[in-house]
């Protein structure tokens, strides 16, 4: 028996058990009203007073180290915010409600939040209205820690959760770090957003676009995720479960076998060696995986150290940081991205403008050439730490060869500042817009090397939002116009004897690692769980073959057959690779 069986997208692979938890995300909808009981009543107040609290504690601490770093000016707002939290009038409202009309207390806080929201709407003037998000802000964060709450003693009761929200985001996937996940569910969300490439790194079943799925499930009742093939049960009865369990350990042991062998480098059967690089997100993810299974690190996204503090890190923090990956990976290389915030990604701390179309505005270097004092302090951290390993800079949306020569007189002004004769830092690029594919001799010439980001370029290629649900099914990694720019990108570094890499999602997937090897390219970079097989499954090829492969794929005319090609090809050397390791089952563990 089971209470709803739902199919969605699948996004991150693996099966995931355990009971639902519904997140309430305050910054995409309203809370929906929740009912307590009267004997609940009691409780429910005594949670609600702990999480304002709490909240009051967490502003003060950021208000202390905002006065302390930027000055008391820009404290002040935390300030503000407790006082919010303590006006008589709106806790006297929000008690009543819970006590009389016996609704749960976030329900309770955002019926008052709507009534300070009315008010102002109904008052003249811009500013005014501003000071409505000032008055739901400081409740909003209490209603969150609230859920945070109940989050934390259902994970004590009941172990690893399944979360169920709207949106598939980074900072839904983040909370992994709490306590560990059985799955995520989600209404919306993109395939290549960075909330799926989060739980595709952290190794989190994942499947999106079920339908109001967050209204739909209930806290704490029994779910099975297959995260391979997209089936969702909500309320699955013993049998369901022990199946998803025989499953999960059938996957474990074709992942034990793969894990042996993935210690040794990826030689092809012709002899040629494909580097294998890790992508990760901190210093936290190396307890995920075994950093001598790889070659080193081809994409340290360093926006979420940023992200997830409560302040921007300082240039002793940030070295510290910096040096401490370094200290994983000795006499290997450690790509560090620098500041890549914009779009999804932003950091709570700073106010950046809205945009109509964050995703074609302020991101990446364009944002780190403006806040040029915060960029120099990145610099000079990942310049400091170069004595620890072999650090190496890439830069996330290029688009021109000016902005790469302001990067570069950045670093030659440090460097002389610091009267520093120690080798220069190599300087490479991310390559994401489709313009600086075509302009690429000239960006190649400034700097040591480059590095295919596969998801933004697929989304600009194809102008179609990564995160946006509606348009895709246009979103096309491996749509042959994409396929042929990335031919030409491989064939332009080939002569340019230029570095060249990938650590967009393709390099991760078993079709994208055969065309891109097909292709030209010897270096890939990926999220940890995907290193073993894809290795197995290159172990398996030559690049011969893999050359024909990829040239018949650049030649279709649709992505679906392209796709449909490379997938067979996949299907075929896995099914070997299952046979290798003495297992039956023939699922791929490789990103979906
Ligand atoms: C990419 O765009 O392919 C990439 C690796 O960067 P991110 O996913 O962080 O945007
Ligand atoms: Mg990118």
Redesign the pocket.
Known sequence: MVRLELKGTPVAPGVGVGPCFVVVETTQEKVPRRDVSEDQVEVALEHFEQARVHTMDKLREIQEVTSRELGEGDAAIYGAQIAVLQDPSALDAIRQMVRQELVAPESAIQAVVDKFEALFESLEGGEIKNWAADLRDPWYAVIRELNLEEEELLAVGEGRMVLVAPELTPGLVARHRNHPLAGILTARGGRFS?GA?LARAFGIPTVIGLEAVHAKARNGEPCVVYGDDGRVFLGAEARLREEADAYARDRAAIQASLNAAAGRPCEMTCGRTIQVLANIESLRDLEMFEPSHTDGVG?F?TEFAYMERPVFPGEKEQTELYRNVLEHFPDKPVVFRTL?IGGDKQLRYFQTPVESNPVLGWRGLRVSLEWKDLFLIQLKALVNARQQGDVRVML?MVTTVEEVKEVKNMLDTLRADAKDSVRRVPLGI?L?VPAAAMALEDLAAEVEFVSV?????TQYLFAVDRDNALVSKLYQPFHPAHLRVLRIVARTCDLLGKNLSV???MAGQLAGALYLVGAGYRSLSMAPPFIPEVKAVLRLASFHELSRLAKEARSCSTAGEAHKLLEEAAATYWRQVVRDAGTSRETSGAAP
Do not use: I, K
């Open positions: 960075h490439v994409l996204r890549d996330p991310m994401e980001g596969t998801n933004d370029l650590c967009g999602e």
